[in-house]
Protein backbone atom coordinates (compact mmCIF):
# COMPACT_ATOMS: atom_id res chain seq x y z
CA UNK A 1 0.00 0.00 0.00
CA UNK A 2 1.16 3.64 -0.79
CA UNK A 3 1.89 6.02 1.55
CA UNK A 4 -0.83 8.92 1.58
CA UNK A 5 0.79 12.30 0.93
CA UNK A 6 -0.85 15.42 3.16
CA UNK A 7 -2.08 18.12 1.22
CA UNK A 8 -1.50 20.39 4.29
CA UNK A 9 2.07 18.95 4.83
CA UNK A 10 2.74 20.17 1.27
CA UNK A 11 1.19 23.49 1.04
CA UNK A 12 3.06 24.22 4.37
CA UNK A 13 6.68 23.31 2.76
CA UNK A 14 5.83 25.52 -0.08
CA UNK A 15 5.23 28.44 2.48
CA UNK A 16 7.98 27.97 4.13
CA UNK A 17 10.48 27.40 0.99
CA UNK A 18 9.04 30.35 -0.16
CA UNK A 19 9.97 32.83 2.54
CA UNK A 20 13.40 31.31 2.64
CA UNK A 21 13.96 31.67 -0.83
CA UNK A 22 12.60 35.24 -1.08
CA UNK A 23 14.87 37.04 0.85
CA UNK A 24 17.62 35.05 -0.73
CA UNK A 25 16.88 36.32 -4.63
CA UNK A 26 16.27 39.45 -3.32
CA UNK A 27 19.58 40.31 -1.73
CA UNK A 28 21.41 38.35 -4.59
CA UNK A 29 19.53 40.43 -7.05
CA UNK A 30 19.75 44.10 -5.24
CA UNK A 31 23.60 43.58 -3.69
CA UNK A 32 26.80 44.88 -5.81
CA UNK A 33 28.95 42.07 -4.85
CA UNK A 34 32.22 43.99 -6.28
CA UNK A 35 31.56 46.96 -3.53
CA UNK A 36 29.77 45.04 -1.13
CA UNK A 37 26.91 47.44 -1.08
CA UNK A 38 23.22 47.59 -1.48
CA UNK A 39 21.30 49.61 -4.21
CA UNK A 40 17.99 51.53 -3.74
CA UNK A 41 15.57 52.01 -6.71
CA UNK A 42 16.76 55.39 -7.14
CA UNK A 43 20.46 54.39 -7.73
CA UNK A 44 19.37 51.87 -9.86
CA UNK A 45 17.61 54.54 -12.00
CA UNK A 46 20.27 56.66 -12.29
CA UNK A 47 22.73 54.51 -13.32
CA UNK A 48 20.50 53.32 -16.10
CA UNK A 49 20.59 55.73 -19.05
CA UNK A 50 17.12 54.43 -20.30
CA UNK A 51 15.57 56.15 -17.28
CA UNK A 52 17.21 59.37 -17.56
CA UNK A 53 14.82 61.96 -19.56
CA UNK A 54 16.94 63.32 -22.73
CA UNK A 55 16.76 66.57 -23.94
CA UNK A 56 14.89 66.55 -27.34
CA UNK A 57 14.02 68.40 -30.67
CA UNK A 58 9.98 69.52 -31.68
CA UNK A 59 10.09 70.51 -34.80
CA UNK A 60 11.38 73.53 -35.03
CA UNK A 61 11.45 73.61 -30.63
CA UNK A 62 14.42 72.30 -28.36
CA UNK A 63 13.40 70.79 -24.95
CA UNK A 64 17.22 70.99 -23.17
CA UNK A 65 17.02 69.26 -19.83
CA UNK A 66 19.11 69.89 -17.21
CA UNK A 67 22.87 68.52 -18.21
CA UNK A 68 21.40 67.09 -20.91
CA UNK A 69 23.59 67.90 -24.20
CA UNK A 70 21.76 68.32 -27.37
CA UNK A 71 23.20 68.83 -31.00
CA UNK A 72 22.10 71.47 -33.47
CA UNK A 73 23.92 71.97 -36.12
CA UNK A 74 27.57 71.43 -35.47
CA UNK A 75 27.02 72.75 -31.75
CA UNK A 76 26.75 71.22 -28.29
CA UNK A 77 24.13 72.56 -26.18
CA UNK A 78 23.79 71.58 -22.73
CA UNK A 79 21.51 73.37 -20.21
CA UNK A 80 23.50 73.86 -16.83
CA UNK A 81 20.15 75.42 -14.75
CA UNK A 82 19.13 79.22 -13.72
CA UNK A 83 20.94 81.62 -10.95
CA UNK A 84 20.29 84.80 -10.34
CA UNK A 85 17.77 85.26 -13.58
CA UNK A 86 20.00 84.19 -15.47
CA UNK A 87 20.54 80.96 -17.67
CA UNK A 88 23.42 79.23 -17.79
CA UNK A 89 24.09 77.45 -21.26
CA UNK A 90 27.76 75.39 -22.42
CA UNK A 91 27.89 75.81 -26.06
CA UNK A 92 30.71 73.25 -27.24
CA UNK A 93 31.63 73.89 -31.19
CA UNK A 94 32.18 70.59 -32.44
CA UNK A 95 34.06 71.94 -35.39
CA UNK A 96 36.72 73.96 -33.74
CA UNK A 97 37.32 72.29 -30.13
CA UNK A 98 34.42 69.79 -29.23
CA UNK A 99 36.27 69.27 -25.46
CA UNK A 100 35.78 72.86 -25.11
CA UNK A 101 32.84 74.29 -23.18
CA UNK A 102 31.62 78.07 -23.65
CA UNK A 103 29.70 79.11 -21.21
CA UNK A 104 26.74 81.50 -22.17
CA UNK A 105 24.64 83.46 -19.76
CA UNK A 106 21.01 84.26 -20.92
CA UNK A 107 18.97 86.48 -18.79
CA UNK A 108 15.49 85.32 -18.25
CA UNK A 109 14.33 88.75 -18.62
CA UNK A 110 15.11 89.83 -22.10
CA UNK A 111 12.16 91.79 -24.16
CA UNK A 112 13.04 89.77 -27.48
CA UNK A 113 14.15 86.46 -25.92
CA UNK A 114 16.56 86.00 -29.20
CA UNK A 115 19.99 85.03 -28.42
CA UNK A 116 22.76 83.31 -31.12
CA UNK A 117 24.46 80.41 -29.73
CA UNK A 118 27.69 79.40 -32.35
CA UNK A 119 25.82 79.42 -35.70
CA UNK A 120 22.77 78.89 -34.84
CA UNK A 121 19.75 81.67 -33.57
CA UNK A 122 17.50 80.81 -31.26
CA UNK A 123 14.16 82.32 -29.25
CA UNK A 124 13.56 81.01 -25.46
CA UNK A 125 10.57 80.37 -25.31
CA UNK A 126 9.88 78.40 -21.51
CA UNK A 127 12.36 78.38 -18.55
CA UNK A 128 11.86 76.33 -15.05
CA UNK A 129 14.91 75.20 -12.73
CA UNK A 130 15.51 71.85 -14.83
CA UNK A 131 14.10 72.45 -17.97
CA UNK A 132 14.50 75.50 -20.88
CA UNK A 133 12.40 75.49 -24.08
CA UNK A 134 13.97 77.16 -27.39
CA UNK A 135 12.59 77.73 -30.61
CA UNK A 136 15.17 77.20 -33.87
CA UNK A 137 14.83 80.82 -35.74
CA UNK A 138 17.66 80.29 -38.13
CA UNK A 139 20.42 77.79 -38.69
CA UNK A 140 23.51 78.39 -40.64
CA UNK A 141 24.83 75.89 -42.47
CA UNK A 142 28.55 75.55 -44.03
Not at 58 to 70: E, T, V, Y
Not at 89 to 106: G, M, R, S, W
Amino acid sequence: MAPRINKISMISTLIILSLIFIPVIWGFYFTDWKNEQLFSAGEWRQAIPEFQENSRAFGQRILLRKNKAFTVNKSRLVFRGVADEKIHLDVYLLELDPETAYAHYISTASSSGRFRLGDNQFQLLKVSRGVVQLKILDLFHS
